[in-house]
């Protein structure tokens, strides 16, 4: 619920903004400052092609149009030390936090160290401005903080990131859990003497080249919905690798997780059609035997989804600790309704 609320706020915020940076342009374009129309053009055209305006923007060619939209902003302001107006320059000031919020941490980096030597070389062949050297010192200062924001911010990812619980992308578990999690569950099975069986889901990307990394990224949300739409409540599911997912069936035996895992893979399959995407989806099952544990458990589940993709994808692959055997079955497309 509060990540709901903060992209609902920045969301509000980014429009909000881009309307804002929108009245200046026209308002400068009628005051005859061209120069600061331009400017205030391209701040908007950062605002609305960043991911906070829509979540759509996330996706290529978004984030290179934003970037580009940042070098057409600063060459815009270092012009103003050139052809003015003076004030126009004070705007630099935002350019270290925007290109860290924009570039990774080693490319903002260098991008605002190139800009602050700009910025000092225009201030100091910059003439009759009496505060000229006072910018030089208030722009160091930004830069400065700019880089202890982020210092900050990267700081608190670490330290929360063993704290986080699910996975932001797809709303599964943290795979930092599973083991804990896993082992938890296999000592109530033993207690109990009941079934329990694992899922192993992946997606065979390796027979569909042609489908870019940013287009697979943008459906993983839909997976994870998807998932936990199938599963029942005390189900849990983590997120163990990037296209791969392993779910755990407490009280289910594997002959009733090879009907389970196989109603995820036709479900999975028909939704990754449905967005064009010509990608099947494979899934290696394992079941809870004598002597098994959090690791030899998730081990047999992986191995039975790599022999399940090394003969073609769009399987399910069932392995069996007791005869050191893999009995699969191929996957069929169902026709549609």
């Known amino acids: 619920m509060a990540q709901t609320a903060d992209k609902f706020l920045l969301t509000r915020l980014s429009r909000a903004g881009f309307v804002a940076f929108l009245a200046i342009t026209l308002l400068s374009a009628l005051l005859g400052q061209p120069l600061m129309a331009a400017v205030a ?6 605002v609305i092609s960043g991911r906070t305006f829509h979540p759509a923007r996330a996706k290529r060619p978004w984030p290179l149009i934003q970037r580009l939209f940042f070098l057409v902003l600063t060459f815009l302001l270092l012009s103003g030390f050139v052809v003015g107006p003076w004030a126009l320059t004070h705007w630099l000031y935002a350019i270290p ?7 990774p941490p080693a490319a903002a980096m260098i991008l605002a160290l190139a800009v ?3 910025a000092m070389a225009g201030v100091w062949w910059a003439t009759g401005l009496p505060d000229r050297h006072q910018m030089i010192s208030a722009f160091l200062l930004t830069l400065l903080l700019s880089g202890l924001l982020v210092f900050l911010r990267e700081y608190k990812s670490r330290q929360l990131a063993p704290l986080r619980r699910t996975d932001e992308l797809t709303q599964a578990a943290s795979r930092e859990y599973l083991s804990a999690d896993l082992h938890k569950e296999i ?3 033993e207690r109990e003497g009941t079934d329990m069986s694992v899922i192993m889901i992946g997606l065979d990307t390796h027979l569909s080249d042609n489908e870019r990394d940013e287009d697979i990224r943008s459906i993983l949300p839909r997976i994870g919905r998807y998932l936990h739409s199938q599963l029942r409540d005390f189900d849990t599911y983590y997120r163990v690798a990037d296209l791969q997912f392993l779910v755990i069936l407490p009280g289910i035996g594997t002959n009733n997780a090879l009907d389970r895992a196989e109603t995820i893979r036709a479900g999975l399959q028909t939704l990754l059609k449905s ?3 010509r990608l099947t989806v494979s899934t290696g099952i394992a079941g809870l035997n004598i002597g098994d544990d959090a690791d030899s458990l998730q081990q047999s589940a992986a191995h039975a989804l790599r022999r399940a993709q090394q003969q073609g994808g ?3 692959q069932v392995y ?6 893999n009995h699969g079955i191929a996957g069929q497309e169902r026709p549609a309704s």
């Not at 053009?41 to 950062?46: K, L, N, Y």
């Not at 936090?97 to 570039?103: I, K, M, P, Q, R």
């Not at 069996?320 to 055997?325: H, K, P, T, V």
């Open 320 to 325: 069996s600790a007791w005869s050191q055997q």
């Open 41 to 46: 053009a391209a701040a908007a055209g950062i």
């Open 275 to 277: 967005h064009g995407m």
């Open 314 to 316: 769009n399987r399910t």
């Open 116 to 118: 602050t030597i700009l």
């Open 187 to 189: 000592q109530r099975s």
């Open 97 to 103: 936090l925007v290109a860290f919020s924009l570039f």
